[in-house]
C-alpha cells in the first residue's frame, strides 16, 4: 500500500471514530406528490428507484405510513413540528393553500420546528427544495416565514411549488412572478430554470454533507419538488424510464438521493446517520399518465381516503448507536409526525419539556425491535383533517369515516365536481363532501382498498369499534384549540417577491467549481 493510500485510509478511519463520538447527523428526503405504489421495492413494474430501494433493503420499510395531511402546505407543517396541522393554523385542503407568493401567511415562526431542535443540540441545519410555508409576512424581503426564520442556518430551494406557469417555452416561463428559486431571503433566479434544477439542488445538499462531515453534527432536510407536475428531469434521464416522464422524473431523484448517501460514506459518517425518506401526499390521480400510483390504496391527492395520506416510508441507520433494523418491512402505523419526536428521541431531547402538545410518537423503540410493528397490535390513534373540520380516523388496523369526497370515481378515484367545474383535483370543504353518520368503518388490514365497510347491523365488530371511535374522538377534541387559519388570506401585491423590479428577471450566476 502506497504512503498516500495509507494516509487517505487513515484520515477516513479517524474522520469515522470522530463521527461516531458525535450525535447522529439526521437526513430527511421528502418528495412531493410521490404515490404508494411508486417505488421499485413496492413492486412497480417500470419504475426504477435503485437507490432508494437499497435504503429500504438496508433500513426498515413501513407499509402503513401515513401523511398528517393530504395536501402540501399542511403536510409540511406536521413533518417539521410533530403536531396536527389543525393546531398550527397549517390547516387547508387544495383549494385553500399557499399559493400565492403575495400571501402574508404561513408557518408560525412560534412554532418548534424540527430544525430548531436540532439546531439547540449544536447542529448544523440546511433546508434544501421545496418549503411552501409562507415567505414574506410585513414587506417585500422580510422572509417572516422562511427557513432562516424556523431554525435553518441556510435555504435554496423554491418557495412555492412547480406549477404549469413555470414551463419554459423556449423564451420565457408564463408566469415568472410564480417560479422563482432563492438561497436564504434573496431571490437569485427568477424564473427558476427546471431543467437544471435537480442537479443545483443535489449539489446544494452534497456540498452541506462534505462541509459538516465528521466535523459538526447537520440537520439536511431535502424537500424534493418532484415529481409534482409539471414534469422535469436532468437531461441524462429523459425519455430513460418505460413509466415515461412521470418515471424519469423518479430516476432523477433516485439518482439525488444516491448522491447524497454516496457523500454520507465517502465522509465517514454513514455510520452515524439516520435518514428518513418519504413523500408530502399521494399520487395526483387526475394528472393522469403525469401523476403518480397509490397501487391498490382508494383516492388520491387532497383526499383522506388511504390512497390520499398512505406513502412511501423508509428508516435507514445501520450504526450500532442507531440500531435501525436491516431488510425490514414494518406493518406498524406510523405518521409523518413521528420524525420530530424520533429524532428528539436520538438527540436526548424530552419533547415533554416543550410547551405545546406533540402528536407524534418516536419510531425508535419500532425501529430497534423494542416494540411490535404488527398493526392489529398497534393501538395507535390518528387523526386526519381537511381544513379544521375532522374527516377521518385511523385506530391500528380500523379506518372510521365522518366525511368522504362527494364527487370521486368510484373506481379511478378521480375527481369530478360535475358539468362546469373545472376544479382539477376532489376538494374536500363543505359542499364537496358527503356526511356520514353512522361513520363509515373499514378494515383496511383486510380490505386496503376500502372497498367493504363493516355492516352496522350485522357486523358484531363494528359496535365496538364505533365506541372506541367516539372515546376517542371526545378525548382528543379536548386537547384543540384551534388558532385562526394561517393560510387563508388575502393577497397583499407588494410582498411579491422580485429579484429586480419591476422585470423581476435575473439568472443565477454559476457557482465556482
Known amino acids: 500500500m502506497s504512503r498516500t493510500v495509507a494516509a487517505a485510509l487513515l484520515a477516513l478511519l479517524a474522520a469515522a471514530a470522530l463521527a461516531a463520538a458525535q450525535p447522529p447527523n439526521v437526513v430527511v428526503f421528502l418528495t412531493d406528490d410521490q404515490g404508494y405504489g411508486d417505488l421499485g421495492v413496492a413492486g412497480h413494474p417500470t419504475i426504477r428507484t435503485p437507490n432508494i430501494d437499497q435504503l429500504a433493503r438496508e433500513g426498515t420499510r413501513f407499509t402503513q405510513w401515513l401523511s398528517a395531511n393530504a395536501v402540501c402546505s399542511p403536510s409540511r407543517t406536521a413533518l417539521l413540528t410533530g403536531r396536527l396541522p389543525v393546531r398550527t393554523g397549517m390547516a387547508g385542503d387544495f383549494i385553500q393553500t399557499l399559493y400565492s407568493p403575495a400571501q402574508p401567511s404561513g408557518l408560525d415562526p412560534a412554532e418548534f420546528t424540527l430544525a430548531e431542535l436540532a439546531r439547540e443540540r449544536g447542529y448544523a441545519t440546511a433546508a434544501v427544495g421545496k418549503w411552501h410555508l409562507g415567505i414574506n409576512h410585513r414587506h417585500n424581503g422580510d422572509g417572516y416565514f422562511l427557513p432562516r426564520a424556523h431554525g435553518f442556518d441556510r435555504f435554496y430551494g423554491m418557495p ?193 419539556t416543550l410547551e405545546r402538545r406533540i402528536d407524534g410518537r418516536s419510531l425508535r423503540p419500532i425501529l430497534t425491535g423494542a416494540e411490535s410493528d404488527d398493526v392489529s397490535a398497534n393501538e395507535r390513534v390518528l387523526f386526519h383533517y381537511c381544513g379544521f373540520v375532522l374527516h377521518s380516523m385511523r385506530l391500528g388496523r380500523y379506518k372510521a369515516y365522518f366525511h368522504t369526497p362527494r364527487y370521486t370515481d368510484p373506481v379511478t378515484g378521480t375527481c369530478n365536481h360535475g358539468p362546469g367545474e373545472d376544479i382539477h383535483v376532489c376538494g374536500c370543504i363543505a359542499g364537496l363532501t358527503t356526511e356520514h353518520w353512522p361513520p363509515l368503518i373499514y378494515d383496511v388490514a383486510r380490505d386496503p382498498s376500502e372497498r367493504h365497510p363493516l355492516d352496522p347491523v350485522t357486523d358484531p365488530v363494528y359496535r365496538d369499534v364505533l365506541a372506541e371511535v367516539l372515546k376517542e374522538r371526545t378525548l382528543h377534541e379536548r386537547t384543540l384549540e384551534t388558532p385562526r387559519s394561517q393560510i387563508a388570506t388575502p393577497e397583499i401585491p407588494a410582498l411579491q417577491p422580485c429579484c429586480n423590479p419591476p422585470e423581476c428577471r435575473c439568472t443565477e450566476p454559476p457557482r465556482a467549481s
Open 160 to 352: 412555492l411549488s412547480n406549477n404549469p406557469g413555470c414551463v419554459w417555452n423556449g423564451t420565457d416561463v408564463a408566469d415568472r412572478l410564480m417560479c422563482f428559486l432563492m438561497r436564504d431571503n434573496e431571490v437569485v433566479e427568477q424564473p427558476a430554470l427546471l431543467d437544471t434544477l435537480s442537479d443545483r439542488l443535489t449539489a446544494e445538499a452534497v456540498g452541506f454533507v462534505r462541509e459538516h462531515a465528521g466535523r459538526r453534527p447537520f440537520l439536511l432536510y431535502y424537500a424534493f419538488v418532484q415529481p409534482h407536475t409539471p414534469l422535469f428531469a436532468a437531461a441524462r434521464f429523459r425519455g430513460l424510464s418505460a413509466r415515461g416522464p412521470y418515471g424519469d422524473a423518479l430516476l432523477d431523484v433516485d439518482d439525488s438521493v444516491g448522491q447524497v448517501m454516496a457523500a454520507l460514506h465517502e465522509t465517514g459518517v454513514a455510520n452515524n446517520t439516520l435518514v428518513f425518506f418519504t413523500s408530502d401526499n399521494g399520487a395526483w390521480l387526475e394528472e393522469g399518465l403525469n401523476g403518480g400510483s397509490n397501487g391498490l390504496l382508494r383516492g388520491g391527492k387532497s383526499q383522506t381516503w388511504e390512497g390520499g395520506i398512505r406513502v412511501p416510508g423508509i428508516v435507514w441507520g445501520p450504526g450500532p448507536a442507531l440500531g435501525v433494523r436491516a431488510g425490514r418491512v414494518s406493518e406498524a402505523l406510523v405518521s409523518t409526525m413521528d420524525i420530530f419526536p424520533t429524532v428528539a428521541d436520538y438527540l436526548d431531547f424530552p419533547v415533554d
